[in-house]
């Protein structure tokens, strides 16, 4: 197997720029199949679904296409995929849909890992109905989230863990099975926020043991959009606020108002692409996938660790991604200097890293670092040596020049 990175970033009309991305975790750039695949969903017929006009039937192919292209993604039901406006909205709707269910002194498990997407929606769902809401922390030293971490705060009053699968801030990849195991044992559903990690390994929704994901097209190629992936079965438990004439159907029933079928489209194209990044990757659209983005996992690990070879000969900077597991998503401080300034250095080099919490400011906290986070270097499927090079030469420049001092210019 083998990431074909020549032909990958030859579909990126962005890189003609002639920028080095590390800012994927923030949304990925787009490749020229998903650009065509959004703009012939507008140059044909569209309308409503349905069964008997031109445009019906187009926009009913591109609905079914869609689900049909995450279901294989993330290893799940078609009828069990949800889709809206980001992950952050479907996670508000499912929150106020669960919350439906909770009783007072109900208990909701929360980490300081996540992205706030995927805890402030739980906080204010809990405070809502009078449920009480149990942090589980993760170790600032290793970065660590361990299920025994979320174990000490489960009873059988949880009704729900709230869970990522990968930080975006620092990476780190609980184990996510066993945390599902054990909160099933006492009854509670199990949320998991993959926007970070689907854009980087394979995914497998039984396998993690999932209740439910989350995640974001454009954080893997695709166009701006949110995914839920549930099981049928249990949506059909679940009873959303909705239009009285919209369809009570599942997974309809929580997709409020006409959905985008241009967008649809270029994430159905997005799915495409990822599965063919390796030239030998074959059969099935699922087989595919798990091929191309185990390549995809290789490539980017050597090029991580290329990176962190190389910080590794900057004393002044501190790497706070360390966990066993993990993506390709670096957090770096610098003594005595801004990562704000950094940032702007690397941009005068056409370097793009940004700097920030990224909405994981419990995390930032934690990790001792406030609300301004770090230097956050991100890795995506077009990421390349010459890429790491350039970080590499940029830092080295950035550090060379000294502190600024008091009062100088920028």
């Given amino acids: 197997m083998s990431h074909d990175i020549a032909g990958v970033r030859a579909q990126f009309p962005a ?23 959004v703009a012939d969903a507008l140059a044909g017929p569209l ?24 279901a294989d993604l993330l290893g799940a039901d078609p009828s069990g995929i949800v ?33 706030d997407a995927n805890i402030r929606p739980w ?58 195991r054990l909160a099933h044992e006492r009854g509670a559903l199990v949320y998991v926020d993959g926007v970070h990690r689907t854009a980087h390994t394979p995914v497998d929704l039984a396998g993690l043991g999932a209740d439910f994901f989350a995640c974001s097209p454009y954080k893997f190629l695709g166009p701006h ?16 606020d909705k239009l009285l004439p919209s369809s009570d159907e599942v997974p309809e029933r929580f997709e409020l ?11 159905r194209a997005a799915v495409d692409f990822l599965a063919g990044m390796d030239p030998e990757a074959s059969g099935a659209r ?35 991604s360390r966990a066993a597991e993990r993506t390709p998503t670096l957090l770096l401080t610098i003594d005595g200097r801004s990562t704000q300034d950094a940032c702007r250095h690397l941009a005068g080099r056409a370097v793009a890293a940004p700097s920030g919490s990224f ?13 301004g986070g770090g230097l956050r270097v991100g890795l995506a499927p077009y990421s390349s040596d010459d890429d790491v090079d350039r970080l590499l030469e940029g830092l080295a420049e950035f550090l060379s020049a000294g502190p600024r001092r008091a009062g100088a210019p920028r």
Wanted: charged share 20%; hydrophobic share 40%.
């Fill in 15 to 37: 890189l003609k720029a002639g920028w080095a991305h590390f800012d994927g975790p923030g949304g990925s750039q787009t490749p020229q199949p998903v650009i065509d695949a």
């Fill in 47 to 70: 309308a409503n679904r349905g069964a008997v006009t031109l445009g019906e039937r187009n926009a009913e192919a591109l609905v079914t296409g869609a689900r049909q292209a995450m």
């Fill in 83 to 115: 889709f809206g406006r980001s992950a952050t909205q479907l996670t508000y709707d499912v929150a106020r849909t669960l919350a439906k269910t909770w009783a007072p002194a109900d208990e909701v498990v929360v980490t300081r890992l996540d992205h």
């Fill in 123 to 180: 906080i204010q769902a809990a405070r809502a109905v009078g449920a009480v809401v149990r942090w589980a922390d993760f170790d600032p030293a290793t970065g660590e989230l361990t299920p025994e971490d979320i174990g000490a705060h489960l009873s059988d009053r949880t009704r729900l863990v709230a869970v990522t699968a990968a930080s975006n801030l620092i990476g780190t990849r609980p184990d996510v099975p066993a945390i599902a």
């Fill in 225 to 240: 959009l949110g995914v839920v992936a549930s099981r049928p079965e249990l949506l059909r438990t679940l009873h959303p």
């Fill in 257 to 267: 108002g006409t959905l985008p079928y241009e967008l649809l489209a270029g994430t």
């Fill in 286 to 320: 699922r087989s595919r996938l798990v091929t191309s983005l185990t390549s995809l996992e290789r490539h980017e690990g050597a090029l991580r660790r290329r990176i962190e070879a190389g910080l590794a000969g900057f004393p002044e900077i501190t790497v706070h």
């Fill in 359 to 371: 909405y994981a400011v419990e995390a930032s906290r934690h990790l001792g670092l406030g609300d």
